[in-house]
Nanobody, 123 residues
Framework: VQLQASGGGLVQAEGSLRLSCAASGLTFSNYAMGWFRQAPGKEREFVAAISWRGGRIAYADSVKGRFTISRDGAKNTLYLQINSLKPEDTAVYYC?????????????????WGQGTQVTVSS
């Protein structure tokens, strides 16, 4: 199983990015997918998740209204649209997969993890 995250970069505050996570080696439609992030010196934290059927979506309170998670089954790809970026959004962003999951916020529920993509927001 491989989860390849991409799309990070250096952006000014209030800017936008779209992160992608290309999945291979698994039946994508059978997995809930999530985005997490980890800033230097901090624990990995939940950002957003979407259930394996796509019917349930959850966001961390800190990103509601600014981030949008979506999935494309035809491309086996997960997305995270990030708008109105803030300096506190700076972190390495990881995608993760949870077999037949409901899209939870718990790190321990996820079976597979990508390598992460760096998002840096300048003020």
């Amino acid at each position: 199983v491989q989860l390849q995250a991409s799309g990070g970069g250096l952006v000014q505050a209030e800017g936008s990015l779209r992160l992608s996570c290309a999945a291979s080696g698994l039946t994508f439609s059978n997995y809930a997918m999530g985005w997490f992030r980890q800033a230097p010196g901090k624990e990995r934290e939940f950002v957003a998740a979407i259930s394996w059927r796509g019917g349930r979506i959850a966001y961390a309170d800190s990103v509601k209204g600014r981030f949008t998670i979506s999935r494309d089954g035809a491309k086996n790809t997960l997305y995270l649209q990030i708008n109105s970026l803030k300096p506190e959004d700076t972190a390495v962003y990881y995608c993760a997969a949870d077999g037949y999951g409901s899209g939870t916020s718990r790190v321990t529920d996820y079976d597979y993890w990508g390598q992460g993509t760096q998002v840096t927001v300048s003020s």
